[in-house]
């Protein structure tokens, strides 16, 4: 006959909540470890930056003082525009976005992949209708528009670096995002047109000082007294 005092203590439904509890806790940490398992097979944010190309129109309809008024505004008094180039920085962005939404819809995990299309676009080298095509004029006055369309292209590549360090610094995380279900997308959107969108264009604009380079009262000269004085007489 056993000794009451020492026999086990059976209790079925305490052990029973012993038991549920250990079973909630494993189903707990499976699901956290689930979660966590599908978030880590999504792809790496990226970002990827594209060249806007397009060929650059050329327009010989318009007079010269026509283009005189719709040229750079700093133009020095008695100068006139024979050739322009005009290129309007443009910026577009394609985004794709892989995620995992977690069962109960609370949160969401999502890794974006960004492309970044950027140039000048439309480009236009205007020569004035003045001088016909395959005039000694109109070559010199549409060479000197290309050297701006170089200028335009050189730029292009000159910052391409940059702005893929810049942005890949921003978005490049080390893995995906996390956050309320259904909102990365919209965030995303609202960042690329408040801040990156007027960041490139602003970038891309510094062109301006690379043009001031070619437009020098010395290059003036040379194409107002280039083809034997023939510019000069056709402006006057």
Not at 136 to 155: P, S
Request: aromatic share 6%; charged share 25%; hydrophobic share 35%.
């Amino acid at each position: 006959m056993t000794n009451p005092r020492h026999s086990p203590r059976t209790d079925p439904d305490r052990r029973h909540a012993g038991l549920l509890l250990s079973v909630g806790l494993a189903l707990g940490v499976s699901a956290n470890a689930l979660a966590a398992d599908r978030c880590d097979q999504l792809p790496s944010p990226s970002v990827s930056l594209k060249r806007h190309e397009e060929p650059v129109s050329l327009d010989i309809r318009t007079s010269y003082r026509t283009l005189t008024l719709i040229g750079p505004r700093n133009l020095p008094a008695g100068k006139q525009v024979l050739g322009l180039t005009r290129g309007t920085a443009s910026v577009r962005f394609e985004s794709r976005i892989s995620a995992y939404t977690d069962p109960a819809g609370r949160w969401e995990c999502a890794s974006p992949q960004l492309t970044v299309t950027y140039g000048f676009s439309p480009m236009t080298v205007y020569v004035a209708r003045e001088f016909p095509q395959g005039s000694c004029a109109y070559k010199e006055i549409h060479e000197h528009e290309l050297r701006h369309v170089r200028a335009y292209q050189a730029h292009l590549l000159r910052i391409e670096q940059e702005l893929a360090d810049t942005l890949k610094r921003r978005f490049v995380t080390d893995g995906p995002w996390r956050g309320p279900v259904g909102q990365t997308r919209t965030r995303l959107q609202q960042e690329l047109e408040e801040r990156w969108g007027p960041y490139i264009r602003r970038e891309m604009n510094k062109v301006d000082a690379a043009q001031a380079l070619i437009d020098t009262p010395e290059e003036y000269a040379r194409v107002a007294e280039s083809c034997g004085g023939e510019v000069k007489r056709l402006t006057r």
